[in-house]
């Protein structure tokens, strides 16, 4: 049981280069989400998905588009990267989104940074 | 609106001391409380979590927290600190009505010899 995976686990680019981060759980969580964490902010929301075939902003969805390809995984995508989104970006899972009582799984992040 | 707020960035203790994280919160209904873990170069880990029912909670490692309503407050302690426990620990909140997790800032715990 990997629980939940990230690729890739390091990632340098260019302004203005995009890129896909990959998310896959193997625990059947309905819900999973995108994270950025940045020092001194803690964790910050870019997007959720609630369930397979849904999505839904977070606190910082600028700059970034997902897609919850199957009930395994989610991916984060930045079209033209920008320096501002260099950060340690978690994926994390949870049973059921609207249920408070179910913790979220991390995965280990991917650090990006963005010359 | 729910937020939380960890007093300290950085708190170091000697091996053996006790450890005392504080966390306190903010929220208009009845919120359910998690304490996180984070070691280096690592994801977060589920340390313990206040889900309304005992106010003292244990979880792993030898942590526990205890929830008191009247301060608004969800402090993590250890009795005795290890040289392991040396990471960043993050408090967080969500309502009993779901929705978001909303995180503190994080307290980095350094664990002196």
Not at chain 1, 16 to 39: E, F, I, K, V
Not at chain 2, 22 to 35: A, G, K
Not at chain 2, 48 to 64: D, Q, R
Request: glycine residues 8%.
């Amino acid at each position: 049981n990997a629980g939940v995976t990230q690729t890739p686990k390091f990632q340098v680019l260019k302004t203005g280069q995009s890129m896909t981060l990959q998310c896959a759980q193997d625990m059947n969580h309905n819900s999973m989400y995108w994270y950025r964490q940045d020092p001194g902010m803690g964790l910050r929301l870019i997007y959720y998905s609630a369930s397979e075939g849904t999505t839904d902003k977070g606190e910082v969805p600028n700059g970034y588009n997902v897609s919850r390809l199957n009930k395994r995984e989610f991916s984060l995508r930045l079209e033209s990267a920008a320096p501002s989104q260099t950060s340690v970006y978690f994926c994390a899972s949870s049973e059921a989104r609207e249920d408070p009582r179910y913790e979220q799984y991390f995965g280990p992040g991917t650090r990006l940074t963005v010359t | 609106a729910q937020s939380v707020t960890q007093l300290g960035s950085h708190v170091s203790v000697s091996e053996g001391a006790l450890v005392l994280l504080r966390c306190n919160y903010s929220s208009s209904v009845p919120p359910y409380l998690f304490w996180y873990v984070q070691y280096p170069n690592q994801g977060l880990q589920l340390l313990l979590k206040y889900t309304s029912a005992a106010t003292l909670v244990k979880g792993i490692n030898g942590f526990e927290a205890e929830f008191k309503k009247s301060e608004t407050s969800f402090h993590l302690t250890k009795p005795s600190a290890h040289m392991s426990d040396a990471a960043e620990y993050f408090c967080a909140v969500r309502s009993v009505k779901g929705g978001k997790l909303i995180f503190g800032q994080g307290t980095e715990l350094s664990v002196k010899p």
